[in-house]
C-alpha cells in the first residue's frame, strides 16, 4: 500500500515535470515562432536614409514581399546627420549588387516600417557579383511620412 | 498622546524584529548544504502536494482566462477591424502578466496555504520541538525540502497555464468566432520575442515562487501555536504572498522593460 502510494506520487510528479517541459518547448516554438535557431549563416550590409520614419530594430527586410532579414543597428552618423541602418541578411539567397536600391515601406496604412531591398542587375564584375558582408547600399530612398504628405496635399489645395 | 507614541514605537519595533526574523529564516534555509539526492524522497512528496495538487486548478483558471481575453479581445479590436492581431494580444497579455502573476496568486492560495497550516499545525501539536530533540533538524527535514518543492513547481505550472490559456484563446476566437488560424499564430509569433516575453515571464515565475513560498514558510514557522495563531497565519500567508506578489510584478515589469 504504502510503496503503492509513492509509485503514484512519484509518476505523477515524473508526468507534471514533462507538461512542464513540452509547454516550454510550445512557448517556444509555437508561440514565439524560433524557427530560426539554425539561421546562424547571415551578412550584413548597410545603407543610408535621409530620414528613417518609425523603422526600429529587428524591422524586417524583404525581397519582393519575402523576409530575408532584419535591422540590426540604426545610428546618425555625425557629419551627415543621415541615418546609417546596418542590416543583416541571411546567406541563403544572393541578391545581386549593382543598383540595389533599399526603400522603407510601411505595412498597410498603421503598420510598422521596414525595407524593401530591389535587387540590381548581373555586374559586368565577376567578383562582386552579389552582396556580400559590408557592403554599402548608395541608392536608398527615405520613409513616407504620412504628416508630410497631409501638409504637401493642403498646401497645393490651398494654391 | 504618549498611548499614541508608545504604539508606534512598538508597531516599529515589531516591523523590524519580523523582517530580520524573516530574512534570518531565508538565509538559514538558503545555507544548507545543497543535497538534492538525500532530500529526494521528501521533496517529490512535496512537488506532489504542491504542484501536481494545484494542476487543476492551474489548468480551469489558464482556459477561463484565455478564453475571456480572447473575447473581450475580438470585441475591442473588432471595432478597429484588426481582429487579426488577438492572437498576439492573447500571447503577449499571458506570457508576459497574466500568466506568471495569476498562477502565483492561485499558487499562494492553493498551496501556499496549506503549507503555512501544515507547517503550524506541526509547532502546535510539538512535531517540531520533538524533532530537535531527536536531534533532526526541522529546518532541513521540514523547511529545506518544501522550499524547493515551490521553486520547481510554480514556474512549472506558470508554463502549463500560459499554455492553457493560449489554446483556450484559440478556442474562442478561431473556432467560435472564426478569427483565420493562420494569421492568429502568425501575427503572434512575428509579436512574441523567446526572450523579451517567454522567458521574462518564467523569470518572473522563479521570483513569484521565491516571495510565496518564503513567506508561506515562515509565516508556518512563526506562528503562534494556537488555533487562532494558525488560523491568523494562514490568511497572512495569502495577503502578503499576493500583495508581494502584485508589488514585485510591477517592479519586475519597469526593469525588464526598461531593459536591465
Known amino acids: 500500500m504504502k510503496k503503492q502510494y509513492y509509485q503514484y506520487v512519484h509518476i ?3 508526468i507534471l515535470m514533462l507538461l512542464g517541459l513540452i509547454c516550454f518547448v510550445f512557448l517556444a516554438i509555437k508561440v ?12 550584413s550590409v548597410s545603407a543610408e536614409f535621409s530620414n528613417i520614419g518609425g523603422l526600429k530594430v529587428r524591422a524586417p527586410i524583404t525581397v519582393a514581399g519575402v523576409k530575408v532579414g532584419e535591422v540590426t543597428k540604426i545610428e546618425l552618423i555625425p557629419n ?3 541615418a546609417q541602418v546596418t542590416m543583416s541578411l541571411y546567406n541563403d539567397q544572393p541578391i545581386p549588387y549593382e543598383d540595389a536600391s533599399a526603400r522603407i515601406l510601411t505595412e498597410g496604412l498603421l503598420g510598422s516600417n521596414y525595407i524593401s531591398i530591389v535587387p540590381g542587375f548581373d555586374s559586368s564584375d565577376p567578383q562582386h557579383q552579389f552582396l556580400r558582408e559590408g557592403d554599402v547600399i548608395t541608392k536608398t530612398q527615405e520613409a513616407l511620412v504620412l504628416e508630410n504628405l497631409i501638409g504637401q496635399l493642403v498646401f497645393n489645395i490651398k494654391k | 498622546m504618549v498611548n499614541f507614541f ?7 519595533i515589531g516591523l523590524l524584529h519580523a523582517s530580520g526574523q ?3 529564516f531565508l ?13 529526494w524522497p521528501v521533496l517529490s512528496e512535496q512537488l506532489y502536494f504542491v504542484g501536481v495538487l494545484s494542476f487543476l486548478i492551474v489548468v480551469v483558471a489558464g482556459l477561463f482566462i484565455g478564453m475571456v481575453v480572447g473575447l473581450q479581445g475580438y470585441h475591442t479590436l473588432q471595432k478597429f477591424g484588426a481582429i487579426s492581431q488577438v492572437g498576439q494580444l492573447l500571447a503577449l497579455s499571458i506570457t508576459r502578466e497574466l500568466g506568471p502573476v495569476l498562477t502565483a496568486l492561485l499558487f499562494a492560495g492553493r498551496a501556499g496555504s496549506a503549507l503555512t497550516a501544515e507547517i503550524g499545525l506541526m509547532k502546535a501539536t510539538e512535531q517540531l520541538a520533538s524533532m530537535d530533540m531527536m536531534g533532526v533538524d526541522p529546518m532541513r527535514r521540514i523547511i529545506y525540502p518544501r522550499f524547493w518543492a515551490g521553486m520547481i513547481a510554480l514556474p512549472v505550472l506558470g508554463l502549463i497555464f500560459s499554455m492553457v490559456a493560449i489554446y483556450g484563446g484559440y478556442w474562442v476566437t478561431v473556432q467560435w468566432l472564426g478569427v483565420d488560424p493562420g494569421s492568429f499564430w502568425s501575427n503572434m509569433q512575428s509579436a512574441v520575442d523567446f526572450r523579451t516575453d517567454v522567458l521574462s515571464g518564467v523569470i518572473k515565475s522563479i521570483v513569484f515562487a ?14 503562534n501555536p494556537t488555533a487562532e495563531g494558525i488560523s491568523q497565519a494562514t490568511t497572512r500567508t495569502v495577503v502578503y504572498g499576493s500583495l508581494a506578489v502584485l508589488g514585485f510584478d510591477f517592479l519586475l515589469t519597469a526593469m525588464m522593460i526598461g531593459g536591465w
Open chain 1, 12 to 14: 505523477s510528479v515524473g
Open chain 1, 32 to 43: 514565439s515562432g524560433m524557427a530560426d535557431f539554425g539561421q546562424a549563416s547571415h551578412y
Open chain 2, 210 to 223: 521565491f516571495l510565496v513560498i518564503w513567506v508561506a514558510l515562515y509565516q508556518g514557522f512563526e506562528c
Open chain 2, 22 to 24: 524573516s530574512g534570518l
Open chain 1, 80 to 82: 551627415t546627420l543621415n
Open chain 2, 6 to 12: 508608545e504604539r508606534l514605537g512598538s508597531k516599529t
Open chain 2, 27 to 39: 538565509l538559514r534555509i538558503l545555507w544548507q548544504k545543497p543535497d538534492f539526492v538525500r532530500i
